[in-house]
């Protein structure tokens, strides 16, 4: 192990604050910025290969990697078995000095890529272990513990642009979510329903539109208060979220309406059989919160695509007139039932 003086002491405080001014000086992009600090944690340390790897359920995933093992990227250990999975468990720096008597490390792996010792630092957020910095090299004992603190300072360049990049990713998927429901908004139903239309045109690939209306929500919500109109739109969506295939698509669009987007879909066996769940799934939501004063119902307006449909915002429409259609037809027949 290389002997650390002042002056290697120096070249390493020169090297990371270079480090930060680079980070600094573009886009904080987790890609840029791992690849970056691989590239400089190789170098200050002398190593022979380095890489960064991130915590994905039990398994240690290579996220970016050069040098030694650059053909690692990608690849997976268990957690519990690897250096970097207890350096990210404990939240600390380890090193191996012998991969050949060390047994935290997977020796086997090790020699067949041509490493002899390593050394990892943790990426921490928010108090917790989300992945490893780590550097390799061919000879052994080729780490000590103040390899270690430099190696946990540019494991702290990392996270950062991991916090940045996951706050990047809550914010698309809460913009692409109704707030309320959880449940696909209507930005994201207008570009699976524009594909739809796509293939029906080019592949002949039928589908329907199912556009779900709750009869006198209004009156509802004004009864039982704007918590409580929440409260019957939450499980409406959870119900009808229970009655869709994998492939197909439940949207709330907004207030009342709900639709459903049942691709590759035969209307012969679909229709009926989905209207049926549909009313199944009300019924049961009806007597669970059981709303005083109100029967909970819906209209569903169905289309069917044809193969020539021009948008997908025209058939959007047709199921929103199908739906105002399906209502007053189940107002009038009420009235008409009312005064026989």
Same mark, same amino acid.
């Given at each position: 192990m290389a002997t650390i003086t002042r002056d290697t002491e120096l070249d390493r405080l020169h090297f990371l604050i270079e480090t930060q001014r680079l980070i600094n000086a573009g886009p904080l992009e987790a890609d840029r910025v791992m690849a970056l600090v691989v590239q400089r944690a190789q170098a200050a340390l002398s190593a022979d290969g380095a890489l960064v790897e991130l915590t994905?359920?039990?398994?240690?995933?290579?996220?970016?990697?050069?040098?030694?093992?650059? /053909?690692? /990227?990608s690849s997976s250990t268990p957690l519990e078995g690897s250096l970097s999975g207890q350096c990210a468990r404990l939240g600390m720096p380890l090193v191996c000095r012998d /991969?050949?008597?060390?047994?935290?490390?997977?020796?086997?792996?090790?020699?067949?890529?041509?490493?002899?010792?390593?050394?990892?630092?943790?990426?921490?957020?928010?108090?917790?272990?989300?992945?490893?910095?780590?550097?390799?090299?061919?000879?052994?004992?080729?780490?000590?513990?103040?390899?270690?603190?430099?190696?946990?300072?540019?494991?702290?360049?990392?996270?950062?642009?991991?916090?940045?990049?996951?706050?990047?990713?809550?914010?698309a998927e809460r913009a692409l979510r109704d707030s309320l429901t959880g449940l696909p908004n209507k930005m994201i139903l207008m570009d699976r329903l524009a594909r739809s239309v796509y293939e029906a045109r080019r592949y002949g690939q039928p589908f329907g539109l199912f556009y779900i209306d709750i009869d006198h929500f209004s009156a509802i919500n004004e009864s039982l208060g704007r918590e409580g109109g929440d409260a019957v739109l939450r499980a409406v969506g959870r119900g009808l979220n229970s009655t869709v295939r994998s492939g197909d698509t439940l949207a709330r669009l907004e207030a009342d309406q709900f639709v459903i987007l049942c691709g590759n879909a035969d209307r012969d066996i679909v229709e009926e059989r989905l209207k049926g769940r549909i009313n199944t799934v009300i019924s049961k939501v009806d007597e669970e919160l059981g709303l005083d004063g109100f029967t909970l119902e819906v209209s569903v307006g169905v289309v069917w695509s044809t193969g020539n449909d021009a948008s997908a915002e025209s058939l959007l429409t047709a199921a929103s007139t199908a739906v105002y259609r399906a209502k007053r037809q189940r107002y009038a027949a009420t009235a008409n039932a009312a005064n026989s």
């Open positions: 994905q359920g039990d398994a240690m995933v290579v996220h970016v990697a050069g040098g030694l093992v650059e /053909t690692c /990227t /991969t050949a008597t060390d047994r935290r490390v997977d020796g086997e792996a090790c020699r067949e890529l041509g490493i002899r010792s390593m050394a990892a630092a943790p990426l921490v957020q928010a108090g917790q272990g989300v992945g490893a910095l780590r550097v390799v090299s061919a000879l052994p004992d080729q780490f000590g513990d103040v390899d270690a603190d430099v190696l946990e300072l540019m494991a702290n360049f990392v996270t950062p642009a991991l916090s940045a990049a996951s706050k990047l990713e809550q914010e």
